[in-house]
């Protein structure tokens, strides 16, 4: 599904610094025991992560789309642990205050971080299943059309 991707896959270590990523305009990193992952934050969230993320689990991993060229944003795609940890207050976001505003309903799904404040949700239920949005905007349809819109116009959905 994600084929076209694999070019911009790397192992951790390979990165040395955000210039690699601006270079690249993308940059993703294999997850081990993604399965493992993936099933223990459906189970413990009690949800389906939606079909076409998964694939990018198994096949990219995470990792970071293209920056603007003051690097304010992250945009980066959480990896499945990392959405896990971040609903159920675990380490790094036991103080969190984003939650108040990210409550995990069942329904919308963080997955991507722009910045420290903000991110991308995915629905998970209903007609837009699956869509990505900004707030209530929809930005994107699947995460193909997502990273394709992204390599072209960084942060393309601001503007819409």
């Not at 642990?81 to 969190?96: K, Q, V």
Request: contains cysteine.
């Amino acid at each position: 599904m994600f084929e076209e991707y694999y070019k911009y896959i790397r192992k951790e270590h390979e990165v040395k610094s955000v210039e690699d990523i601006w270079k690249t305009g993308m940059v993703f990193f294999k997850n081990d025991n993604i399965e493992e992952k993936i099933a223990k934050a459906e189970k413990e969230l009690n949800f389906t992560f939606p079909q076409e993320l998964k694939a990018f689990y198994k096949e990219l991993g995470y990792g970071f789309l293209r920056q603007n060229e003051d690097r304010t944003y992250n945009n980066m795609f959480f990896p499945p642990e990392e959405i896990y940890d971040f609903y159920t207050g675990a380490d790094f976001y036991a103080t969190d205050e984003r939650q108040e505003y990210y409550p995990f309903d069942g329904e919308n799904l963080i997955f991507f971080e722009v910045d420290c404040d903000v991110f991308l949700t995915m629905k998970l239920k209903g007609p837009d299943a699956g869509s990505i949005f900004y707030f209530d905007d929809k930005v994107a349809s699947s995460i193909k059309e997502f990273i394709e819109r992204m390599k072209t116009d960084y942060n393309y959905y601001m503007n819409m």
